[in-house]
Nanobody
Framework: VQLQASGGGLVQPGGSLRLSCEASGSLDSAMGWFRQAPGKGREAVSCLGRDGSNTYYRDSVKGRFTMSRSDDKKTVYLQMNSLKLEDTAVYYC????????????????YGQGTLVTVSS
């Protein structure tokens, strides 16, 4: 399975973006979104378990970001609202049969990143 992330772009503070991660096949996997800001390490943003029973949001995005999955399980989304300057980063989606959050290197499948820039 290959993952294709999209939806990044330039947005003003307070704005919204929705990232998508589409799989080349059906994804019966735990999924995650990670990000890496310039000069910083990669960090977990949000993760979902295979059946949605496990969820993770990093504290700084709680109440602003929502992760969801399409009914056909081929796409996961990250709805990002009330964006802040510090949300600027390259965002990556990941997949694994098991819930690995917040450990990026533990995931089995990685998508390419999509750049989110929050700037006035």
């Amino acid at each position: 399975v290959q993952l294709q992330a999209s939806g990044g772009g330039l947005v003003q503070p307070g704005g919204s973006l929705r990232l998508s991660c589409e799989a080349s096949g059906s994804l019966d996997s735990a999924m995650g979104w990670f990000r890496q800001a310039p000069g910083k390490g990669r960090e977990a943003v949000s993760c979902l378990g295979r059946d949605g029973s496990n969820t993770y949001y990093r504290d700084s995005v709680k109440g602003r970001f929502t992760m969801s999955r399409s009914d056909d399980k081929k796409t996961v989304y990250l709805q990002m609202n009330s964006l802040k300057l510090e949300d600027t980063a390259v965002y990556y989606c990941v997949a694994d049969p098991w819930f690995r959050c917040p450990y990026y290197s533990a995931y089995q499948t990685y998508g390419q990143g999509t750049l989110v820039t929050v700037s006035s």
